[in-house]
């Protein structure tokens, strides 16, 4: 099956430092990659869809100078969370999407614990 | 706004169906419904999806209403591993395709 990893899987950061998360496609082309933010016990929430060779789309109430997303190629969307602070610790997920038909599936990765101290 | 409502907790016991519900009353003709798992501090994982025929695969059985307004999905034999939150999804069909979850639904399967 379709595999998206991530890295690294948890960091710990001083506030005021970027960290930066990428996003893998292993065995697939993902023209489309999503950044997801899950807080402890709540559901998860989009932030940004990210397409290869453009601009990303972020949504509503997302600073995109706080969290900068590349995708440079097919297989690699990275975020960077800028000068970071305690309330940006959260579990970041990606997750890619092959470009073949309506019906295909988001495929996640693991998650990146992000720590800030 | 995610456009679907789910109990959120449920308790099954280990080796019987556990039906889990989804209200989607507001789904337009050509969205599709999707349902993916997160077990703890994972990514989600894919389930199933359907447009508006049952469904089956070898995880679960996805049964969706004549109206579509609402769909179950089954996991015929339930495992401890299957303890999980379990999440409905009706997928935009825009451009981007982008998914926007609700609260989910917290499955606990007890022995």
């Known amino acids: 099956g379709a595999v998206v990893s991530q890295h690294p899987s948890w960091v710990i950061c001083k506030s005021g430092t970027s960290v930066k998360i990428e996003c893998r496609s292993l065995d697939f082309q993902a023209t489309t990659m999503f950044w997801y933010r899950q807080f402890p016990k709540q559901s998860l929430m989009l932030m940004a869809t990210s397409n290869e060779g453009s601009k990303a789309t972020y949504e509503q109430g997302v600073e995109k100078d706080k969290f900068l997303i590349n995708h440079a190629s097919l297989t690699l969307s990275t975020l960077t969370v800028t000068s970071a602070h305690p309330e940006d610790s959260s579990f970041y997920i990606c997750s890619a999407r092959p470009p073949q038909g309506l019906q295909e599936t988001q495929y996640f990765g693991p998650g990146t614990r992000l720590l800030v101290l | 706004d995610a456009k679907t409502t789910q109990p959120p907790s449920m308790d099954c016991a280990e080796g019987r169906a556990a039906n889990l519900p989804c209200n989607h009353s507001?789904?337009?003709?050509?969205?599709?419904v999707y349902w993916y798992r997160q077990i703890h501090s994972q990514g989600p994982q894919y389930i199933i999806h359907g447009l508006k025929n049952n469904e089956t695969n070898e995880m679960a059985s996805l049964i969706i209403t004549e109206d579509r307004k609402s769909s179950t999905l089954i996991l015929p034999h339930a495992t401890l591993r299957d303890t999980a939150v379990y999440y409905c999804i009706v997928r935009s069909n825009s451009g981007t395709y982008k998914y926007i979850f609700g609260t989910g639904t917290r499955l606990k399967v007890l022995a």
């Open positions: 507001t789904i337009s003709g050509n969205e599709y």
